[in-house]
Nanobody
Framework: QVQLVESGGGLVQPGGSLRLSCAAS?????MDWYRQVPGKERELVAR???????EYAASVKGRFTISTDGAKNTVYLQMNSLKPDDTAVYYC?????????WGQGTQVTVSS
């Protein structure tokens, strides 16, 4: 059973930073970050393209950075200059042999 486990969420003041981690129990072809707030659809935050470049949602570009450990077992999301609108449950998604796997999510709350 492939599992993805996110960590690093929490409460942070506006302008602060957090670093999320997602560890997979098996090597993934690709790992992306999504987020979801109650009543809204899950949205893509950051991902690696097939060519290995990175793409970001317009709302986080310049503030968030996705990275990986190279072995495709762990992906990180460095989040800087956080805003209240970044408050959400953050999920990582892994793709392995054409199948998608999701973590359980980690709550990020940006509030003073």
């Amino acid at each position: 059973q492939v599992q993805l486990v996110e960590s690093g969420g929490g409460l942070v003041q506006p302008g602060g930073s957090l670093r999320l981690s997602c560890a997979a129990s098996a090597s993934m072809w690709r790992m992306d970050w999504y987020r979801q707030v109650p009543g809204k659809e899950r949205e893509l935050v950051a991902r690696f393209t097939d060519s290995g470049n990175t793409e970001y949602a317009a709302s986080v570009k310049g503030r968030f950075t996705i990275s990986t450990d190279g072995a495709k077992n762990t992906v990180y999301l460095q989040m800087n200059s956080l805003k209240p609108d970044d408050t959400a449950v953050y999920y990582c998604k892994g793709i392995r042999y054409g199948r998608a796997y999701w973590g359980q999510g980690t709550q990020v709350t940006v509030s003073s």
